[in-house]
């Protein structure tokens, strides 16, 4: 299995995700904030995977601050809002923060070498729940497929986007295990390409067949009745149901619902934030407009045109048949479905 992240203590080895497929290179970051800018930057990316990546950034901090103990309160608030401030949309950021300063509030009385200890092992924990986690959800997420069954998916919710394993990739492997995958058809995802560039690549490592479409595409190949289920992953999930996930999520839950396909979510119970009650009131992160404009550097368009560059859009609970998590298949009513999983997880 592929490590997407590795804690050393005194420092956090990222895979560069920008590099892939061509080159599988790690950054080694020895700040906080080179963690911080990684983050920015996507060379991490998928929510589960921020939210534990932003952890480790956490611990390391503390782990190397030389500082007199008196300023260590302060500094752990500054290098908390600063991995928080990098990217606003997956809810999983501020879940894995803010589980980090409970273990700090409740060590508290504890010297820096100590209270280092116990953060560095709740943001392991964290990493290795995360690959349970998703091996349940991959578990409950193939019992709703058939023999032979043609999967849509956007955007990379696989092992890159997570600890391992994946979540809506986490599905289709558990079902390829079963034999019942027949082919995954893996929306290239403009404009970062996530589907083109880490979905083809990390299927292929495990010889699942995928066949790599443009976005526009969906529509027709579902039209063609090619497509069984749509499952994508989700970077949060409203109390209410609606969920945020890559930009292109919304279309193609539409075009399933259109086409009376199964439109599947497939995330971890860390990505229901029952503290937003719909899908209008989740932050949608823009990101540059060079994203759209160019491509590594290269210019698609006139340089200076104005462009548009949602990182996520909203998917109204209304067309999501089912919510895969690791405890289960949740459905509508998802306001009572997900309030009782969460409150009782
Ligand atoms: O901008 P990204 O690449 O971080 O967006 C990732 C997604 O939209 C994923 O589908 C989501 O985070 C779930 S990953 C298990």
Not at 137 to 149: K, P, T, V
Request: glycine fraction near 8%; proline fraction near 4%.
């Amino acid at each position: 299995m592929i490590n997407t992240v590795v804690f050393q203590g005194n420092q956090v080895k990222i895979l560069d995700q920008s590099q892939l497929p061509d080159q599988v290179v790690y950054i080694t970051c020895k700040t906080p904030f080179e963690v911080a800018d990684a983050i920015k930057f996507m060379k991490v990316r998928g929510a589960p995977l921020i939210g534990v990546t932003a952890a480790f950034g956490l611990a390391m901090a503390v782990n190397n601050f030389d500082g007199p103990r008196e300023g260590l309160d302060s500094f752990f608030c500054q290098v908390k809002e600063h991995l928080a401030s990098t990217r606003p949309t997956a809810v999983n950021l501020f879940w894995a923060l803010a589980r980090m300063e409970r273990i700090y509030k409740e060590n508290a009385s504890l010297d820096t070498r100590e209270i280092a200890r116990h953060l560095a092992d709740e943001a392991e924990k964290m990493h290795s729940e995360d690959i349970k986690t998703n091996m349940a959800i991959g578990e409950h997420g193939q019992e709703l497929l058939g023999e032979n069954c043609r999967v849509m998916t956007i955007c990379n919710a696989g092992a890159l986007a997570t600890c391992g394993y994946g979540t809506a990739l986490g599905v289709v492997r558990s079902a390829f295990k079963k034999g019942k995958i027949a082919k995954v058809w893996a929306c290239e995802t403009r404009p970062v390409l996530q589907g083109a560039r880490l979905t083809v690549w990390e299927l292929l490592q495990d010889n699942i067949p995928v066949t790599l479409i443009t976005d526009s595409t969906a529509g027709y190949i579902m039209e063609l009745g090619e497509v069984d289920a749509v499952i994508t992953g989700a970077d949060r999930i409203a109390a209410n149901g609606d969920t945020a996930n890559k930009i292109g999520t919304y279309s193609l839950a539409v075009l399933a619902a259109y086409h009376s396909i199964p439109f599947y979510v497939a995330a971890p119970l860390s990505t229901v934030d029952l503290d937003t009650a719909s899908g209008s009131e989740i932050p949608i992160e823009k990101r540059s407009q060079d994203e759209v404009r160019q491509i590594r550097g290269l210019h698609l368009t006139v340089p200076e045109v104005r462009a548009f560059n949602p990182a996520f859009d909203v998917t109204p609970h209304k067309l999501i048949s089912g919510i895969i998590t690791e405890k289960g298949v949740m459905r509508e009513p998802f306001a009572e479905t997900l309030k009782a999983v969460v409150k009782g997880r």
